[in-house]
């Protein structure tokens, strides 16, 4: 094994998490495969490396290893998007900025492994030019396969910035541009878009949409055999019901979800289900308030084990857990400690309506950080949606009036966006007529 770092490294995690190499492949690749990976006799594909990445929590290090034990190639640049979109900055670039060296024939790959530096850089203005050619690269060379997953890139990563109309054009128009060839691979890329577009769509408040496009990638992952695939759309889904207001088939979608990430040991995203649940239940009062917390017990224990960066999520339910049942010190404590920590902006907006409840901020205060926050939100679509959010976690705690100050603080930033006359709203709306 000398010379391959990865392989080692890979043995040494695996076996510190006590998996076998059955265990460690099962979905995606066989014993035999992780076995040649460990002993330097195969190098991974990008597909497997993604899948590796995604298992063993140590991904900055794999990805050190990764690129001092083998030379670069094209397929790693979707085990390097997946770090970035992860959140997992430093692994990312390692992978990222090895591809960047590739050889000339894969320009197009290099272009885009550019692109998404600049990306994680904060340039999104150098970002999307690199990754369009990167697009017109493949399409040149008819590589439309190649151009389409650029095209679905560019989708995620205008979705990232901002959540709107091109990142849905992005999806539409890589659907159009894969040759189909009656393969598995149709169905998977079929699979992964509509996958993302529920995501954005979702981020954007419109959530029975949004449903119905994860529920069709969650057929499609069903068909390939793919049960995490499938785990994740149902718990896309079961996301956008609940911000439909379907509360209990988002309750059960996600407990789906939970039954096939069980079922297959994907141990990451077991928390982030239970937690689905746990919201779900909470959100249908005290009658549900004994089941919801066993669910936000086990979802807390599991985050803690293998996604220890999303605990906070479980602070501001434990908090409304402890204020439905009359526990006002302990509610102040937990949102206390929530507020202390970083989140994203839908976080930190139902934060800071529970530190109204719980009496930590007076509400003017708190409605003002409230307001600030979603002002900062770059797309308009999303920060309507974590305004309507943020309401109905107020009629939830039974504060009528904050819900509807929220609500008409929305919909005046709605309208007044929506307006031709204005310069922001004129440059978005040539981007909704594309």
């Not at 990638?217 to 889904?237: I, K, M, N, P, S």
């Not at 937990?334 to 934060?351: F, G, I, K, W, Y």
């Amino acid at each position: 094994m000398a010379g391959h770092p990865f392989g080692e490294l890979l043995r040494t995690l695996r076996r510190r998490h006590g998996l076998t190499q059955a265990e460690l492949g099962r979905g995606f690749c066989t014993k035999a495969h992780i076995s040649a990976i460990e002993t330097g006799v195969r190098a991974p594909s990008g597909h497997v490396v993604r899948h590796l990445l995604e298992r063993l929590p140590e991904r900055r290090a794999l990805a050190e290893a990764l690129v001092a034990s083998y030379p670069p190639r094209a397929d790693w640049l979707q085990a390097g998007l997946a770090l970035a979109l992860w959140g997992e900055v430093a692994g990312a670039r390692t992978i990222l900025n090895a591809l960047t060296q590739l050889p000339r024939g894969t320009t197009g790959h290099g272009a885009r492994a550019l692109a998404w530096t600049r990306f994680l850089d904060g340039r999104l203005d150098q970002a999307v030019p690199l990754l369009r050619g990167g697009v017109e690269h493949h399409r040149r060379r008819g590589h439309f396969r190649e151009a389409a997953w650029a095209l679905w890139e560019l989708g995620m990563m205008l979705a990232e910035a901002a959540p709107g109309p091109d990142a849905l054009w992005c999806f539409r128009e890589a659907r159009r541009t894969w040759t189909r060839q009656g393969d598995q691979a149709d169905q998977r890329f079929r699979a992964i878009v509509l996958h993302s577009e529920a995501r954005a769509l979702q981020r954007m408040g419109a959530h029975r949409r949004a449903e119905e496009q994860a529920a069709k990638a969650a057929r499609l992952y069903r068909a390939l055999g793919d049960q995490v695939g499938e785990g994740h759309a149902l718990l896309e889904a079961a996301h956008a019901a609940h911000g439909a207001g379907a509360l209990e088939r988002g309750r059960l979608l996600a407990d789906e979800a939970r039954e096939r990430f069980l079922s297959t040991g994907h141990a990451p995203c077991l928390g982030i289900a239970e937690l689905a649940v746990a919201i779900a239940l909470l959100d249908q009062g005290p009658a549900r308030a004994s089941e919801a917390a066993q669910r936000l017990a086990r979802a807390e224990a599991n985050l803690a084990q293998t996604r220890p960066e999303l605990v906070l999520f479980t602070r501001s339910e434990r908090a409304r857990l402890a204020l439905l049942q009359g526990d006002l010190a302990g509610a102040r404590a937990l949102v206390e400690a929530a507020l202390q920590a970083p989140a994203p902006s839908s976080e930190r907006a139902h934060q800071l309506c529970l530190a109204a409840a719980v009496g930590q901020k007076p509400w003017p205060e708190a409605r003002q950080e409230l307001l600030r926050l979603a002002g900062a939100i770059p797309s308009p679509w999303e920060r309507h949606a974590t305004l309507r959010s943020a309401a109905r976690l107020c009629m939830q705690l039974g504060r009528w009036r904050w819900a509807a100050e929220l609500y008409q603080a929305g919909e005046s930033w709605w309208e007044a966006w929506w307006d031709p006359s204005d310069p922001e709203a004129s440059t978005a709306l040539s981007g909704v007529s594309r």
